[in-house]
């Protein structure tokens, strides 16, 4: 993006006597958004169909009916977004799923990507 720049006698530069002791100063608030990451749950032939929709209801809020909406998402198309997060929460996300499907010794995967 471009700077935004202003001219303005408020500076701290010494006065030279040149009658021109303005200075130009950036007055434009620059806030960097903080970059989000979708989290992919992949279809595969083994995990019950049940134990998907647990998961999407157990780890991202969602209720029966969303859950197994995307459940067959994922099911018919091989994958689906199933949330977007910051980098942080996302990565807690993948291995919530992963480390509960290991344990249950399900193949489930679930990964992340930048959006
Ligand atoms: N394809 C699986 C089955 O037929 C169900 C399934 C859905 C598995 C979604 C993984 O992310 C998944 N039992």
Known sequence: MQSTLTWTMAGNAPDDGEGDAGVVVDTKPRT????????????DDYTPMEFVVHVLERFFGMTHAQAF????????????????????????????VMDFAR???????CTM???
Do not use: D
């Open 103 to 109: 344990r249950h010794q399900h193949p489930l995967q």
């Open 32 to 43: 960097k958004k903080p970059p989000l990451y979708k989290v992919l749950l992949l279809n």
């Open 69 to 96: 909406e995307i459940m067959l998402t994922v099911h018919k198309k091989g994958v689906a977004v199933v949330g977007v997060f910051s980098h942080e929460i996302a990565e807690t996300k993948v291995g919530q």
């Open 113 to 115: 990507e930048k959006e």
